[in-house]
């Protein structure tokens, strides 16, 4: 490893230590353990600013075997979120999955703690993820998922124009004290540090190879079902019923 990326390690964990070296941070790591003590468990979300980088080469360079990972981009915003890994999964099979979704994330709300650096809107935790048309999801790709998921990752990395943030998110137990918490947090950050930084031409991430192929719509048994979806969908726009519905499909 270049020692000018070694210096860039080196240089955002201390700053991280620095960071996290003052009460606001304990204030956040003490509300976290109540909250895991009142409710069982709770989650921690720190947020930093961080050097501009595509967020897909992020997600390339952080990416592990058979995880989650998220990209949503809008591009006319030049806002991106690149995401992996999970802390938490909530999932619903039944009918009135978007009601028990709602209620699920609502309830793990009120346990969040977040220390952020920099004031953001999508700064902290963020729950992704889907509703499936169907309430029994049959096509082969989908099945993990199944008809609603929702995951909070271990990291999201947020470019919003010109800024960049760099969010770790962890589960809290009532076991854990805050020195133990404190080293999970900068464990965490200093690994995703070493992952980005391992690369010897770090200058050139525009040019890696991404490893994931070229996608294709795959034409299954849900197709037509997925179509007359799509067209229900628009009529209730039509009908003012709802202003904007996401729709998607398996690629």
């Excluded at 220390?115 to 989908?142: C, I, M, R, T």
């Amino acid at each position: 490893m270049r020692k000018k990326n070694i210096d860039l390690i080196n240089g955002y964990t201390e700053s991280l230590i620095n960071l996290l070296d003052n009460e606001n941070f304990d204030s956040s790591v003490n509300k976290s353990i109540k909250d895991a003590f009142d409710w069982g468990e709770s989650l921690l979300s720190v947020t930093i600013p961080f050097e501009k980088i595509d967020p897909l080469a992020v997600l390339e360079l952080l990416s592990k075997p058979d995880e989650c990972l998220f990209y949503w981009e809008q591009p006319s915003e030049k806002i991106a979120i690149a995401s992996g890994g999970s802390i938490l999964k909530l999932r619903s099979e039944s009918e009135s999955r978007f009601s028990v979704i709602s209620s699920a994330i609502s309830n793990w709300k009120n346990r969040i703690s977040e220390y952020n650096s920099f004031n953001h809107s999508l700064a902290g935790v963020q729950f992704l993820g889907g509703f499936s048309f169907f309430d029994k999801v049959k096509a082969e790709p989908w099945i993990p998922f199944g008809s609603s998921c929702f995951i909070v990752p271990e990291w999201t990395f947020v470019t919003d124009g010109e800024l960049s943030l760099l969010t770790v998110n962890i589960k809290v137990t009532k076991h854990q004290g805050v020195s133990q918490i404190k080293e999970l947090i900068e464990t965490r950050f200093t690994g995703i540090f070493e992952d980005i930084y391992s690369l010897e031409d770090f200058n050139n991430l525009e040019n890696i190879n991404y490893s994931n192929p070229a996608v294709k719509i795959l034409q299954d048994e849900a197709f037509d079902a997925w179509v007359t979806g799509v067209n229900n969908a628009k009529s209730l726009i039509k009908q003012n019923v709802f202003n904007k519905i996401v729709l998607s499909r398996c690629l």
